[in-house]
């Protein structure tokens, strides 16, 4: 056959497989995380009960066995119906591409364990982002095979009558241009885009390291700001127009009147689009994520002069007119037929905003606003905010005003973390979900479950929080009842037809990649329009078919936990190499050691220099981001911040070097000390939080025949690492050898 007629011929047979009802995948009997895993992560994978008691990890080129387990005993998990057994092969680390093989069993998908392994769905993640940008063209430069023409300019947009006002009535023209298409619908809404693009803004500030290295290759890639950053600017753009000047009230949402047909955007235009009533969740909303990125983007005034200030302003606004207007809830219009997000409760929005409130401005008030103490803490979801605020006050807990209750904060993150976690020990799948919980977007409520959980990890270092949040991914990415990973072009088995305007209209055969689907939930909602599901069990009700709005469409406010999770998981857990494997193990006696032989014969700004730059060159090698600071006596002699590091580093600098200072040993000391007493390192009862840190990073300066002169300090890198860090620059400088 000559080529170009075979491969249309090809073309026509893939053609004709996707438009046709969805072909079932065979799942898998061995389920793992389809995407891989880090070196030194906790990996699971499920193996059917009753198929024998051990398992073998081999390696791919050429099947030797790596690793011989036991399986976990026979542990049933009613969502799916199932009972299962765990093979745990946490202990194997080395790079590389495995198998598992079970005694009668098919063998498993070949997995990877790699250093990188969640880089790039972690950029796929956030470019989904991008694939969703409502009013512009995406150029192939950038979108490559899913190159298509603007949709939907919304440069003029009506008034709907629910609201009209004295200064714009109904049918005034206005503008809200740009942007990100809620999900599979060409809308947008101030409920979705809220909490999508406060996680975005929180995985850059809690990681800014990681998310800043990512190159994204979008149009604005290669300006001053970090690629995550402009695309959350994509949207916050947008949501600042949703603000009515005249009275700071917020808009529900910009929408059609109905859905659009299943086309792609640009023809998809004839129909006016509406600004619909305000409400109080869409102002809470608004004020919670204007003041997060009135925070976040304070360092980039050069690039967007003012944006920071008129931010916060826009953000107080919203909050006053939500004052005023305290219980106004959304219900659409009987005209208006799109997603209604409607929110019968908005006293959540009211704790989130007034916290971000809090921390942006530092005013009490706000605090008290709060009321903390009757705020719980929940999974997040666009419908209940309460955890972002906890996790944002958690993030900023040392530089808060002496109002915060510092115990509270702690003890929410870890209550809510704790009931996730002790979940996760006891169901058969190993997750932190149950069978109620599978709810019309089930696959974010088990990543923002994951999402608390690093809070958790962050806040006390509970290794079990980390291995929690990391098997609410591996569900996501395959090790769950479907054996089906999530999330579009990633894994073995994949969603191929998503509720996805975009991904049905184009003629490129395979879906946008990035998005995470809905996921499995019994409701099945699209039933009327959709063939039979395969079953009605909460982790099995799941349709791979275009129609299936309930259980496979994508949104916003689902891929930003996956982007979260993917960047906090690959910047927490331990590295393997690194030399904080080493630092970690440390005993008392040895850092002791440490202190004792890494001391100068003098200390001068030449030294000083020569450890700094020592310090970026070390740092670089192993691609990450510090920040450093060297003083004598008080006096800066060597300060650098690299690229991906913020004012938070500054200041995990000074408390850090304040306890190197006050007690004369390594911060990383005084951690272990602290820890081998049973203390807890953020509340320590001799020092104030506030102004000190006791974890690792910095380094006393000690002078032979004078004591300690100075301090060498580092931040960017879990304690362990900093610290690490700066002993092999003193190691080098010094020209001490050996393990230290
Ligand atoms: O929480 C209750 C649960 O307690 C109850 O047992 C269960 C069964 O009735 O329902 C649960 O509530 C569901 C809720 O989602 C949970 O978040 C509702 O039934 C369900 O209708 C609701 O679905 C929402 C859906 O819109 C329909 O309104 C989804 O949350 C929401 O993510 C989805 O959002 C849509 C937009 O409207 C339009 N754009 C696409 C987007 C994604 O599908
Ligand atoms: O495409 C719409 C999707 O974004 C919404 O989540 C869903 C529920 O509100 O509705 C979808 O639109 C469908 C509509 O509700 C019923 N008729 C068919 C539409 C496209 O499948």
């Given amino acids: 056959m000559r080529p170009l007629l075979a491969l249309l011929l090809l073309l026509l047979l893939l053609a004709a497989s996707a438009a046709a009802a969805p072909a079932s995948a065979p799942v898998p009997t061995i389920k793992l995380n389809q995407l891989g895993y880090l070196p ?30 036991e399986l976990g005993p026979a542990a049933s ?82 008034v709907h009558a629910s609201a009209a006002s004295a200064t ?53 890639s290669g300006d001053a700001v970090p690629d995550i950053l402009d695309e959350a600017m994509w949207n916050l753009e947008w949501m600042l127009a949703m603000q009515d ?46 003041a997060t990125a009135s925070r976040v983007l304070a360092a980039y005034d050069q690039r967007w002069p003012g944006l920071s200030a008129r931010m916060l ?37 009211l704790a989130w905003a007034a916290a971000e409130l809090y921390i942006t401005t530092g005013k009490d008030s706000y605090y008290q606003a709060m009321a903390p103490e009757t705020v719980s803490a929940t999974v997040p979801a666009w419908d209940d905010v309460r955890g972002l605020a906890w996790m944002s006050l958690a993030h900023h807990r040392t530089r808060l005003s002496p109002i ?47 999402m608390m959980l690093v809070q958790a990890y962050r806040l006390n270092g509970r290794r079990d929080y ?59 909602q699209d039933k009327a329009e959709c063939p039979p599901y395969p079953s009605s069990l909460p982790a099995l009700s799941y349709l791979d078919h275009a129609c299936s709005y309930a259980s496979n469409e994508v949104a916003i406010n689902w891929n930003a936990p996956l982007v ?84 938070d580093h500054t200041d995990w600098i000074r408390r850090k070097s304040n306890l190197a200072n006050r007690t004369g040993h390594s911060s990383w000391f005084v951690h272990a000390e602290v820890k081998a007493n049973g203390g807890d390192i953020d509340a320590m009862p001799t020092f104030d939080v506030r102004e000190y840190a006791a974890h690792g990073g910095a380094f006393p300066v000690v002078v032979r025949g004078t004591g300690q002169v100075g301090t060498i300090t580092v931040s960017g890198l879990p304690g362990a690492e900093d610290h690490a860090l700066v002993v092999r620059a003193l190691q080098d400088y010094l020209g001490v050898a050996g393990e230290l």
């Fill in 40 to 69: 030194q992560a906790n990996k699971l994978a499920l193996v059917p009960a009753g198929a024998g008691s051990t398992f073998e990890v081999l390696a791919n080129d050429g099947g030797r066995v790596v690793l011989r387990g």
């Fill in 564 to 647: 979260y999770v993917l960047g906090a998981l690959s910047a927490l857990t331990p590295d393997p190499g690194s030399h904080a494997m080493t630092a970690k193990n440390h005993t008392r006696e040895e850092l002791l050691r440490q202190e004792a032989v890494l001391q100068f014969d003098s200390f001068g700004n030449e030294a000083a220099l020569a450890i700094g730059l020592k310090l970026v060159e070390l740092a670089r090698a192993d691609g990450k981001a510090v920040a450093i600071e060297i003083r004598r006596n008080g006096m800066l002699l060597f300060a650098h911040g690299m690229r991906g590091t913020t004012p």
């Fill in 466 to 524: 980390l291995d929690a949040a990391q098997s609410g991914l591996d569900y996501v990415f395959g090790r769950n009842a479907l054996g089906l990973s999530f999330v579009t072009g990633f894994g073995a088995r994949m969603p191929r037809h998503p509720h996805h305007r975009p991904s049905l209209g184009d003629k490129v055969m395979a879906p946008v990649p990035g998005f995470v689907v809905g996921g499995p939930q019994p409701f099945q």
């Fill in 404 to 450: 915060a209750d510092q115990a509270l904060i702690a003890s929410r993150i870890d209550g809510l973390a704790a009931r996730l976690a002790s979940e996760w020990r006891s169901s058969g799948y190993r997750v932190g979900m149950k069978g109620a919980e599978f709810v019309w977007g089930s696959n974010a409520v088990m990543l923002n479950g994951a």
């Fill in 245 to 290: 000047p005249e009275d700071g009230g917020v808009y529900h949402k910009l929408t059609n009147l109905r859905f659009d047909a299943m086309v792609q955007p640009h023809e998809a235009m004839r129909e006016p689009r509406y600004v619909v009533a305000k409400s109080t969740s869409a102002a809470l909303g608004f004020a919670a994520t204007m």
């Fill in 313 to 349: 302003l826009a953000a107080e606004r919203a909050w006053a007119w939500a004052q005023a207007h305290p219980n106004v809830l959304f219900k659409n219009p009987a005209d208006v037929l799109t997603g209604e997000y409607g929110d019968a409760r908005v006293d959540d929005e």
């Fill in 77 to 158: 998990w009613a969502p799916a119906g199932d009972t299962v057994r765990v093979a745990d092969f946490s202990a194997v680390h080395l790079p590389g591409s495995y198998r598992i093989r079970v005694p009668g069993q098919p063998l498993s998908d070949v997995f990877a364990i790699q250093p990188a392994a969640y880089r790039e769905a972690g950029k796929a993640a956030l470019k989904a982002f991008y694939f969703n940008r409502s009013g512009t063209a995406l150029a192939a430069r950038h979108a490559g095979a899913y190159a298509r023409p603007a949709g939907h300019p919304d440069d003029r947009v009506l």
């Fill in 168 to 220: 714009r009535p109904a049918g005034t023209v206005i503008a809200a241009a740009k942007g990100w298409y809620d999900a599979g619908d060409y809308n947008k809404y101030i409920a979705s885009s809220a909490i999508s693009t406060y996680t975005l803004l929180a995985a850059y500030e809690h990681f800014p390291a990681w998310f800043g290295g990512l190159d994204l290759n979008i149009p604005e």
